[in-house]
T-cell receptor, first 113, second 115 residues
Framework: NAGVTQTPKFQVLKTGQSMTLQCAQD?????MYWYRQDPGMGLRLIYY???????DKGEVPNGYNVSRLNKREFSLRLESAAPSQTSVYFC????????????FGQGTRLTVV | AQKITQTQPGMFVQEKEAVTLDCTYD???????LFWYKQPSSGEMIFLIY??????QNATEGRYSLNFQKARKSANLVISASQLGDSAMYFC????????????FGKGNQVVVIP
C-alpha cells in the first residue's frame, strides 16, 4: 500500500526560485494537510483542505499556495523561495471520522540558499 | 483555535523504566480526538495511540497508554518498560470532529532511552 506519497524527498533551491511539492494519497481521504517542521517548533500547519475544491490557511501560510487538484492530490507551491522556508515539509491525509488517525508522507527536506 | 502544549525539556529514561510525557490542550470543541505520534531520527511520523473526547476509559496500545483527564484538558502519554528503540520525538495532536477539523500539533518531547 502506497499511503501518502510526497515528491521530491530532497530539494535545494536558490532564493527567488519557485517549486511545487507534490502529495498524493490512495486511501480515499477527504482531508489533506501540509505542515512544516523546524527544530523546536513542532509541526506547524501551512494549509489544509477538508475536501476536494476547498482549502484553508493554517498557522503559517505566508509565502505558500496550495491546490487540491482532486481528491487524491494536494500540492504546495513556493512562488519565490526564501531562506526562511528552509524546512522539512510533511503532507498528511485523514478521514473526517472519529477515531481515525492521520497518515503522513515521508517528508521533503527543502533547503533554500 | 486549538492549542497544544508540550513543555517538558528533553528527557532521559533508563531502559525498562516507564516515562510519562505531558500534553495539555485548549479547545472550545466538545467532540474531538487526541493523538500521539512518534518521530524517530529517521524522520517518519508513526501513529501511536488515540483517545476520543467521549471515551470513558483511557486508551491503551501495547506499551503505550494515555492518561486522559478531560476536565483538566490533559492527555499524557505513558510508555511502559522503555526500550532503546523508544528514543525519539513524541508529538501530541488534536483534531475536532465537527466544524474546524484541522489537525494541530504540540512542539514535541524528546526522549532518549539509556541502557
Amino acid at each position: 500500500n502506497a499511503g501518502v506519497t510526497q515528491t521530491p524527498k530532497f530539494q535545494v533551491l536558490k532564493t527567488g526560485q519557485s517549486m511545487t511539492l507534490q502529495c498524493a494519497q490512495d486511501m480515499n481521504h477527504n482531508s489533506m494537510y501540509w505542515y512544516r517542521q523546524d527544530p523546536g517548533m513542532g509541526l506547524r500547519l501551512i494549509y489544509y483542505s477538508a475536501s476536494e475544491g476547498t482549502t484553508d490557511k493554517g498557522e503559517v501560510p505566508n509565502g505558500y499556495n496550495v491546490s487540491r487538484l482532486n481528491k487524491r492530490e494536494f500540492s504546495l507551491r513556493l512562488e519565490s523561495a526564501a531562506p526562511s522556508q528552509t524546512s522539512v515539509y510533511f503532507c498528511a491525509s485523514s478521514t473526517h471520522r472519529e477515531g481515525t488517525e492521520a497518515f503522513f508522507g515521508q517528508g521533503t527536506r527543502l533547503t533554500v540558499v | 483555535a486549538q492549542k497544544i502544549t508540550q513543555t517538558q525539556p528533553g528527557m532521559f529514561v533508563q531502559e525498562k523504566e516507564a516515562v510519562t510525557l505531558d500534553c495539555t490542550y485548549d479547545t472550545s470543541d466538545q467532540s474531538y480526538g487526541l493523538f500521539w505520534y512518534k518521530q524517530p531520527s529517521s524522520g517518519e511520523m508513526i501513529f501511536l495511540i488515540y483517545q476520543g473526547s467521549y471515551d470513558e476509559q483511557n486508551a491503551t496500545e501495547g506499551r503505550y497508554s494515555l492518561n486522559f483527564q478531560k476536565a483538566r484538558k490533559s492527555a499524557n502519554l505513558v510508555i511502559s518498560a522503555s526500550q532503546l528503540g523508544d528514543s525519539a520525538m513524541y508529538f501530541c495532536a488534536m483534531r475536532a470532529f465537527y466544524g474546524n477539523n484541522r489537525l494541530a500539533f504540540g512542539k514535541g518531547n524528546q526522549v532518549v532511552v539509556i541502557p
